[in-house]
């Protein structure tokens, strides 16, 4: 890939999905998206999974809070992220759910 190119992906396939996410994670990704950064809802998202861990086979839930709502929602993601998180799923035995909700909270919080 030519120099000038290196933060763009290759082209890869694009894959829909509903999604439960807590509003108040949405929320920050919207602010985001609409202030802050050039990116998509959908590609923030997709960028958290790409960022997301699990260290040591250590997974660390987070209890949410407790008058959160989740909204499901059409969300967009590279066809490789989506078989991250199936991998993760069926390795740790996590709803795709959790995994996308933790994967987007420890993003915001660490980055």
């Not at 894959?15 to 050039?38: A, C, P, V």
């Not at 967009?76 to 996590?94: A, F, G, Q």
């Amino acid at each position: 890939m030519q120099k000038g190119f290196y933060r763009f992906y290759l082209k890869e396939k694009w894959i829909n999905r509903n999604i439960e996410i807590e509003e108040t994670l949405y929320s920050k990704l919207k602010q985001l998206s609409e202030n802050e950064l050039d990116a998509s809802i959908n590609k923030l998202i997709d960028a958290c999974v790409e960022n997301f861990k699990i260290e040591n086979d250590t997974v660390i839930y987070y209890k949410k809070p407790e008058n959160e709502i989740s909204i499901s929602r059409s969300i967009r993601l590279r066809e490789s992220m989506w078989d991250k998180l199936e991998k993760l799923k069926s390795e740790y035995d996590i709803s795709l759910y959790k995994l996308i909700n933790m994967s987007i909270k420890y993003t915001l919080e660490n980055h």
